[in-house]
């Protein structure tokens, strides 16, 4: 039998389900599109902001640099800034190249919330010292590096304390900022002025949750006294998780039927990365991106259709750039029969959002007969396997000639 809070409970969520929800006023650009913590937004700003000609001729890179490396002088004219640089396939967020006889380079390395890739080998975290590595950054007159993040933290990949490495925390980023907008920053594109002040307010009153001296009364009229009852809304999250959690073993469970038993149906040749979640040969890939055939195991939402596809990435987990990405999805299309290529769709972008290839037509996800879904699902991934296995395997072979 129901408890009277059980009961109380039941019918709070009840309520709630039936009324509006409360009124979110955003007080940023940044906030009123959802970026605030999200890193690659932060990092297309910043590089924008990096650009010559925004601020003042470079005054925010000057800054950057005159702070975190006081001892680096006149390095000479600005060549480029590129965001996620593939020069060396790994793709830092941004990087910074100077006409020099050894093209002087400054990478940015920027961390909103997640931590450093880990090493596939050691588990240990190594993105950081990685990129040192891959452009040759051996000391500070070969280049040097910015490891932005929340709280100014170093990387924990670099062992120990190296001049060429600085980090630089989201905080002295807003400060310095601030400090240009208060040296009466001048700037022909008054747009960006307007910018940064939203910017630094992003960083401090949302990033960072500091209390805002402008901030207005907040309204609260119409919203459930019972929400304010701490007890109740504890007992709420409490059944959310529980739900969750099961949600957590569904999915497990999903992941290791869709790919049982591929080796009958398949052959000997393939494997299951799950690493990865690829089912794919030892031999499928491309410039250092394994290729493979892959789904969306977060798909335990009724009536949510869930994907089946192509998707490439390397061990770090980094997406396949894009013109790599064309050369496979365009040999692929070439090759395919006409009646199998209706079957797929193409709309990978650079973000990631989608997958080289994904199989269309596929059946929502049906909480009533959700093991039935599975095993449909099951049975497209091995078709489109199939179907696309002589194909990868011609694209691969060509490419290693």
């Known amino acids: 039998m129901i408890s009277k809070e059980d009961k109380e409970i039941l019918e709070l969520i009840e309520q709630l389900a039936e009324m509006r929800l409360p009124q979110q006023t955003p007080t940023t650009l940044f906030d009123a599109l959802g970026f605030v913590k999200l890193e690659a937004p932060h990092s297309k700003f910043i590089a924008w902001l990096l650009t010559p000609g925004i601020l003042n001729e470079g005054w925010l890179l000057q800054k950057i640099i005159s702070k975190k490396f006081p001892h680096i002088k006149d390095i000479g004219p600005l060549s480029r800034i590129e965001r996620e640089d593939s020069s060396t396939g790994k793709r830092p967020d941004i990087v910074i190249y100077w006409e020099t006889e050894k093209r002087y380079r400054l990478i940015i390395e920027n961390k909103v919330k997640a931590k450093e890739n880990k090493s596939e080998e050691t588990g240990e975290p190594e ?36 001049e060429r490495v600085e980090p630089l925390s989201y905080k002295e980023l807003a400060d310095l900022l601030d400090e240009g907008i208060k040296e009466g920053l001048e700037n022909e594109n008054s747009k960006a002025k307007k910018f940064v002040g939203d910017y630094i307010e992003t960083i ?7 209390p805002n001296p402008n901030m207005k009364k907040p309204e ?7 929400l304010f009852n701490s007890d109740k809304i504890s007992k709420i999250n409490q059944w959310i998780e529980r739900v969750d959690d099961k949600k957590v073993e569904v999915n497990k469970w999903i992941k290791l039927e869709i790919v049982k038993d591929f080796r009958k149906e398949l052959n ?34 009724d009536n949510e259709v869930g994907f089946i596809g192509l998707h490439g990435c390397d061990k770090s987990k980094r997406l396949i750039p894009p013109e790599y990405a064309k050369e496979i999805v365009d ?53 489109m396997t199939k179907t696309l296995s002589p194909i990868i395997d011609e694209f691969v072979k060509s490419k290693k000639k």
């Open 127 to 162: 993105q950081v010292n990685m990129y040192l590595k891959e452009y040759d950054i051996n000391t500070l007159d070969d280049g040097c590096l910015i490891y932005l993040n929340k709280d100014g933290d170093w990387p924990t990949s670099v062992k120990e304390r190296k």
């Open 204 to 210: 401090r009153y949302k990033l960072f949750n500091l």
């Open 220 to 226: 609260i009229d119409g919203i459930p006294k019972a």
């Open 268 to 301: 000997s040749e393939f494997e299951f990365d799950e690493e990865y979640e690829l089912l794919k040969k030892k031999n499928w890939s491309y410039k250092n991106y394994f290729i493979g055939i892959t789904y969306n195991n977060d798909v335990i939402k």
């Open 331 to 383: 040999y692929i299309f070439k090759k395919l029969k006409s009646n199998d290529k209706s079957k797929y769709l193409n709309r990978y972008d650079k973000n990631g959002k989608y997958w080289l290839l994904e199989k269309k037509g596929l059946e929502p996800f049906n909480i009533d007969n959700w093991e039935n879904w599975v095993e449909k699902m099951r049975i497209e991934m091995i078709e």
